[in-house]
């Protein structure tokens, strides 16, 4: 029973995207075994200790913590109790659901409910649509159908009498069903909002950025630290490559002089890994602008791997907004950069122009430019010549459009023109792109 | 399996780490020593994580006091290998060695009169120069060669390469290490084994997997002062409370290097120096470059000096 209440509690931990190996669950058994249930504290104590292993993933447990043994632990250390004396005990409440209500002992109705939930495998729950149907579920396994001849037959004998009763029952019915509801709902916030937020971020991540509503902004912001933690785990492993080929005489002398020269230990020459270095420069007029916002969000989170990040936002003339991005708030700074930025009528011509005179050697051999815009520029001159030579000196050049490829060359857009200098020419529609082409970025890297 | 003898007899509760840390000036919380317990009954390491100076390695160093234990302390770095961790052939030694037994070759092959005898001879000397006299223990080995049990430090893992996280495993899950030329060592006494990281870049998964994890965050005001007054007993209680109340409105700035608690020791110990009895605004100012280490955090900081002290005067 103690490790049934421990592995519910891993899959609740699992649901809600905490990873636990085999090798963990038994090392929380043997750890509760040893530590007990009556201190409470000191089991979430263990329990994060031994299973969560970050940060955000100790926040988690927490939260699930509280919302699963404000419950489990009770009819646990209960049903252990009681286990001995009282099976027959057990029975008879899933028998009579009336005098279970009217007896109002509130640990009696925890634990036929606990046992209902079990039978009715309440931990598979997903979704809170399936609340009712689990609930329903519930009320099945404690009778209800015995409850409801019951109440029928209290009908039929047509009495004052009678019907009190049915009245009676069926009171007793809506209390019950009421309290399986909320198991419900709670073993639905244990177990399935995990798995839900987990849908819900996929679906968005498949959404169209200039779709998104205001209202899911928050989600995003979340959804967009997870994929660039993704992006920062895959590729902050700094591998030294070693290049066996090429023998470093001078550091093998210099280590074997103490053995008179004879070289014991032979040291090679090494490959040194760059850095990455990114230099964004960004489209932040009219529609584009939701689409720079996330972009940005992006590559500002994956600070770690990339220390290194210039970026730049035009319509009319550019201005560097790193500074504002870093000092400040983020939703605020991106504010301000659209308010005060991306007012004018796009000039691309006239914004490569401004990089060239004034932040020209921020683009060097280890950097990756990426360009994010329509090419819309108003039919001015997109000054190819200055984002070909920008194309040279950079290790390589992304050009991110948020127009699907069909649009590309009509009206005023100039994608054709720059298209033969940029490495890639990616149509960005969701997160999800964004996040391929900053991983291909990344592993360009290594 | 957690009955069988080892050398820490003072682990029995976690109230007892509690107070043995205590005794050798550590002030711990109960999630701290709950992990310290766990770790020594599981037999797991323990990986903590953390802010840079909440006294992540003090624990460790603490641990080693209050046990009675040899600590060793693995510094790691970008390229560091097995060789500076594990352990080494002595070369010198064994050169040196060879050039004497040239010398003797004679007298030590006398009795061989067939070539398969001298070969048997010739090998059992090879066994002789890949033997324990010629290796050099570092630190990872010198813990497994304990016999009362030691503390193990691997300080700061993140700075290290992949390769040699990987190459912890070994030691991390079975305390034991594979010397190819001599076999198999086991500890004779598993170490207390802490690893540490500033999360300089993510640990691999398989290195979580086996450890315990403890997340120490910043101090709570209450358990600072503690700390505090354990450091700098000669601190009056106003300006213990108030200066304590200071460094963690700090905390909560907007600033590039949150003051650890190392630095609010030194500032306690500045301000009694100073022979300061409370805060003021132009004392604070003088000594604010013992908490903060960028000038413009200092510039940050300077421009809500006054009602930052104020705050912390006022909250006691």
Same mark, same amino acid.
């Given at each position: 029973?103690?490790?049934?209440?421990?592995?519910?509690?891993?899959?609740?931990?699992?649901?809600? %995207?905490?990873?636990? =190996?085999?090798? /963990? &669950?038994? +090392?929380? $058994?043997?750890?509760?075994?040893?530590?007990?249930? #009556?201190?409470?504290?000191?089991?979430?104590?263990?329990?994060?200790?031994?299973?969560?292993?970050?940060?955000?993933?100790?926040?988690?447990?927490?939260?699930?913590?509280?919302?699963?043994?404000?419950?489990?632990?009770?009819?646990?250390?209960?049903?252990?109790?009681?286990?001995?004396?009282?099976?027959?005990?057990?029975?008879?409440?899933? %028998?009579?659901?009336? =005098?279970?209500? /009217? &007896?109002? +002992?509130? $640990?009696?109705?925890?634990?036929?409910?606990?046992? #209902?939930?079990?039978?009715?495998?309440?931990?598979?729950?997903?979704?809170?649509?399936?609340?009712?149907?689990?609930?329903?579920?519930?009320?099945?396994?404690?009778?209800?159908?015995?409850?409801?001849?019951?109440?029928?037959?209290?009908?039929?004998?047509?009495?004052?009498?009678?019907?009190?009763?049915?009245?009676?029952?069926?009171?007793?019915?809506?209390?019950?069903?009421?309290?399986?509801?909320?198991?419900?709902?709670?073993?639905?916030?244990?177990?399935?909002?995990?798995?839900?937020?987990?849908?819900?971020?996929?679906?968005?991540?498949?959404?169209?950025?200039?779709?998104?509503?205001?209202?899911?902004?928050?989600?995003?912001?979340?959804?967009?630290?997870?994929?660039?933690?993704?992006?920062?785990?895959?590729?902050?492993?700094?591998?030294?490559?070693?290049?066996?080929?090429?023998?470093?005489?001078?550091?093998?002398?210099?280590?074997?002089?103490?053995?008179?020269?004879?070289?014991?230990?032979?040291?090679?020459?090494?490959?040194?890994?760059?850095?990455?270095?990114?230099?964004?420069?960004?489209?932040?007029?009219?529609?584009?602008?939701?689409?720079?916002?996330?972009?940005?969000?992006?590559?500002?989170?994956?600070?770690?791997?990339?220390?290194?990040?210039?970026?730049?936002?035009?319509?009319?003339?550019?201005?560097?907004?790193?500074?504002?991005?870093?000092?400040?708030?983020?939703?605020?700074?991106?504010?301000?950069?659209?308010?005060?930025?991306?007012?004018?009528?796009?000039?691309?011509?006239?914004?490569?122009?401004?990089?060239?005179?004034?932040?020209?050697?921020?683009?060097?051999?280890?950097?990756?430019?990426?360009?994010?815009?329509?090419?819309?520029?108003?039919?001015?001159?997109?000054?190819?010549?200055?984002?070909?030579?920008?194309?040279?000196?950079?290790?390589?050049?992304?050009?991110?459009?948020?127009?699907?490829?069909?649009?590309?060359?009509?009206?005023?857009?100039?994608?054709?023109?720059?298209?033969?200098?940029?490495?890639?020419?990616?149509?960005?529609?969701?997160?999800?792109?964004?996040?391929?082409?900053?991983?291909?970025?990344?592993?360009?890297?290594? | 399996?957690?009955?069988?003898?080892?050398?820490?007899?003072?682990?029995?509760?976690?109230?007892?780490?509690?107070?043995?840390?205590?005794?050798?000036?550590?002030?711990?919380?109960?999630?701290?020593?709950?992990?310290?317990?766990?770790?020594?009954?599981?037999?797991?390491?323990?990986?903590?994580?953390?802010?840079?100076?909440?006294?992540?390695?003090?624990?460790?160093?603490?641990?080693?006091?209050?046990?009675?234990?040899?600590?060793?302390?693995?510094?790691?770095?970008?390229?560091?290998?097995?060789?500076?961790?594990?352990?080494?052939?002595?070369?010198?030694?064994?050169?040196?060695?060879?050039?004497?037994?040239?010398?003797?070759?004679?007298?030590?092959?006398?009795?061989?009169?067939?070539?398969?005898?001298?070969?048997?001879?010739?090998?059992?000397?090879?066994?002789?120069?890949?033997?324990?006299?010629?290796?050099?223990?570092?630190?990872?080995?010198?813990?497994?060669?304990?016999?009362?049990?030691?503390?193990?430090?691997?300080?700061?893992?993140?700075?290290?390469?992949?390769?040699?996280?990987?190459?912890?495993?070994?030691?991390?899950?079975?305390?034991?290490?594979?010397?190819?030329?001599?076999?198999?060592?086991?500890?004779?006494?598993?170490?207390?084994?802490?690893?540490?990281?500033?999360?300089?870049?993510?640990?691999?998964?398989?290195?979580?997997?086996?450890?315990?994890?403890?997340?120490?965050?910043?101090?709570?005001?209450?358990?600072?002062?503690?700390?505090?007054?354990?450091?700098?007993?000669?601190?009056?209680?106003?300006?213990?409370?108030?200066?304590?109340?200071?460094?963690?409105?700090?905390?909560?700035?907007?600033?590039?290097?949150?003051?650890?608690?190392?630095?609010?020791?030194?500032?306690?110990?500045?301000?009694?120096?100073?022979?300061?009895?409370?805060?003021?605004?132009?004392?604070?100012?003088?000594?604010?470059?013992?908490?903060?280490?960028?000038?413009?955090?200092?510039?940050?900081?300077?421009?809500?000096?006054?009602?930052?002290?104020?705050?912390?005067?006022?909250?006691?």
């Amino acid at each position: 029973m103690a490790d049934k209440v421990i592995t519910d509690f891993i899959r609740a931990l699992r649901s809600a %995207d905490i990873r636990v =190996s085999t090798g /963990e &669950s038994i +090392d929380a $058994a043997r750890a509760v075994r040893l530590i007990g249930y #009556a201190d409470r504290a000191k089991l979430a104590d263990t329990l994060r200790c031994v299973l969560a292993k970050s940060p955000e993933e100790k926040a988690t447990h927490d939260r699930l913590f509280d919302l699963y043994f404000s419950r489990a632990l009770d009819t646990a250390s209960k049903s252990v109790s009681n286990a001995a004396p009282g099976d027959t005990e057990t029975d008879t409440t899933s %028998d009579d659901m009336l =005098s279970l209500i /009217e &007896s109002g +002992d509130e $640990a009696k109705i925890t634990i036929a409910l606990a046992k #209902a939930g079990q039978e009715a495998e309440i931990q598979d729950i997903e979704f809170s649509t399936q609340v009712s149907f689990f609930a329903q579920k519930m009320m099945k396994s404690m009778g209800l159908e015995r409850l409801d001849t019951k109440m029928m037959d209290a009908f039929r004998r047509l009495t004052d009498e009678g019907e009190g009763e049915a009245e009676k029952l069926i009171e007793a019915r809506r209390e019950m069903f009421m309290r399986a509801r909320n198991y419900a709902q709670q073993a639905f916030e244990t177990y399935g909002a995990g798995a839900t937020e987990t849908f819900r971020q996929e679906f968005l991540s498949e959404k169209a950025i200039t779709q998104l509503d205001r209202r899911d902004l928050e989600r995003m912001r979340t959804l967009v630290e997870k994929l660039a933690r993704r992006l920062a785990v895959k590729h902050s492993r700094r591998r030294s490559k070693k290049n066996r080929g090429q023998l470093d005489l001078r550091k093998t002398l210099r280590k074997n002089a103490g053995f008179d020269g004879v070289p014991f230990e032979l040291l090679w020459k090494n490959n040194k890994r760059d850095r990455p270095k990114i230099v964004a420069v960004c489209d932040v007029s009219g529609s584009v602008a939701s689409v720079v916002r996330f972009f940005l969000m992006l590559i500002y989170s994956l600070n770690d791997v990339v220390p290194d990040i210039e970026s730049f936002a035009f319509s009319g003339r550019l201005e560097s907004v790193g500074d504002i991005l870093e000092q400040q708030d983020f939703s605020a700074a991106m504010d301000e950069i659209i308010f005060r930025i991306g007012m004018s009528s796009t000039d691309y011509g006239q914004s490569f122009s401004d990089l060239k005179m004034d932040h020209w050697n921020v683009i060097d051999r280890r950097t990756t430019l990426i360009v994010l815009g329509d090419g819309r520029s108003n039919y001015g001159d997109p000054r190819v010549d200055i984002f070909s030579e920008a194309a040279s000196r950079a290790k390589q050049t992304i050009w991110l459009c948020p127009e699907a490829e069909s649009q590309w060359g009509s009206g005023d857009s100039e994608i054709p023109r720059y298209r033969p200098y940029a490495n890639r020419m990616v149509h960005v529609r969701t997160i999800k792109d964004l996040e391929r082409v900053l991983d291909e970025v990344l592993a360009s890297y290594n | 399996m957690t009955e069988t003898k080892t050398g820490y007899a003072p682990l029995t509760s976690i109230d007892a780490i509690t107070a043995g840390l205590a005794s050798v000036g550590y002030i711990s919380t109960r999630e701290i020593s709950t992990a310290i317990y766990l770790a020594h009954n599981l037999r797991k390491p323990i990986l903590i994580e953390g802010p840079a100076g909440v006294g992540k390695t003090d624990l460790a160093a603490s641990m080693g006091r209050f046990l009675n234990v040899p600590l060793n302390r693995l510094q790691c770095y970008e390229g560091l290998d097995e060789g500076k961790a594990l352990y080494e052939w002595k070369y010198g030694k064994q050169l040196l060695y060879t050039q004497l037994l040239k010398e003797k070759l004679g007298e030590v092959m006398d009795g061989a009169t067939s070539l398969a005898a001298a070969f048997d001879k010739l090998t059992s000397f090879e066994d002789l120069f890949f033997s324990e006299t010629f290796l050099e223990p570092r630190p990872l080995l010198t813990a497994m060669q304990q016999t009362q049990g030691s503390v193990l430090l691997i300080d700061e893992i993140d700075k290290s390469d992949e390769e040699f996280e990987a190459y912890l495993l070994e030691i991390l899950s079975d305390y034991q290490v594979t010397v190819p030329e001599i076999g198999t060592i086991q500890a004779q006494v598993p170490p207390l084994v802490i690893l540490t990281s500033n999360n300089i870049r993510e640990l691999g998964d398989a290195l979580k997997r086996r450890c315990l994890h403890l997340y120490i965050d910043f101090p709570d005001p209450k358990r600072e002062r503690a700390i505090v007054q354990a450091r700098v007993p000669d601190v009056s209680s106003d300006l213990l409370k108030q200066l304590v109340n200071f460094v963690h409105s700090l905390r909560d700035m907007d600033i590039r290097k949150r003051p650890s608690i190392s630095e609010t020791v030194d500032w306690a110990r500045t301000l009694l120096l100073m022979h300061a009895s409370e805060l003021d605004e132009d004392m604070v100012r003088t000594t604010l470059n013992v908490l903060l280490k960028h000038e413009s955090d200092i510039q940050a900081v300077d421009k809500e000096l006054r009602k930052l002290t104020r705050d912390s005067v006022a909250g006691q």
